[in-house]
């Protein structure tokens, strides 16, 4: 299908950006009376004629259509002047559906780009949390390493110690008896030399002493 459009302003551009997107359809030309039209631009970008009047073109056989987004009642009435008897005309009215479809079009690709950027600023931020955590496991691993080993080298020592304290324990005990010991024998000895009188008086004595 080849159209033509009349109305080279926002309207005209955001039709323009909609047909471009459509296969099939062949945007012959743009119509302004501006040379810095916005549709100019992108039309010429395109490779689009741009042109400032449209009648001459109404005859053109090969044009099926022409959507007119001027809104501008002295440009409808030249196009239904000048146009083929069978040349279909799309009013700014019927136009402004495919300008509104275009700006929604647009505003949800903002949107979409939008989300875009923050999920990949996101994405960034979870890889820079997820590199921190790795490099603070890895500390924590190179610590629990190192406490393990330290804990491994005073096992020894308390191992010792243990040891020690067992000997020392038995030597105690040893000590205890021999003193037990001791006592039972000066007891004995008390006992004789009472039991002798005083012949054993000084051996007395010297029972005392070892109790």
Do not use: C, Y
């Amino acid at each position: 299908m080849n159209i033509g459009i009349v109305g080279g302003g926002r309207g005209g551009l955001s039709v323009l950006t909609l047909l471009l997107t459509i296969p099939g359809v062949n945007v012959l030309w743009v119509s302004d009376l501006q040379d810095d039209a916005p549709a100019f631009s992108k039309a010429r970008a395109a490779g689009i004629k741009t042109i400032k009047s449209f009648v001459p073109h109404l005859q053109d056989p090969s044009l099926d259509l022409v959507i007119e987004v001027t809104g501008v009642a002295a440009v409808q009435e030249l196009l239904n002047k000048h146009k083929r008897h069978d040349l279909s005309i799309m009013d700014a009215k019927t136009a402004k559906l495919l300008i509104t479809i275009v700006e929604i079009r647009e505003e949800i690709n903002r949107k979409i780009i939008s989300n875009a950027r923050e999920l990949t600023s996101l994405t960034d931020e979870i890889n820079k949390s997820t590199l921190f955590i790795r490099e603070n496991m890895q500390n924590l691993t190179s610590d629990a390493e190192n406490l393990a080993a330290f804990g491994d080298s005073l096992a020894q020592p308390s191992l010792t110690a243990k040891e020690e304290a067992e000997k020392t324990q038995e030597i105690l005990n040893l000590i205890e008896g021999i003193s037990k010991t001791t006592r039972i024998i000066g007891l004995n000895a008390s006992i004789e030399a009472a039991r002798v009188g005083k012949a054993g008086q000084g051996f007395s004595v010297v029972a005392e002493e070892i109790r």
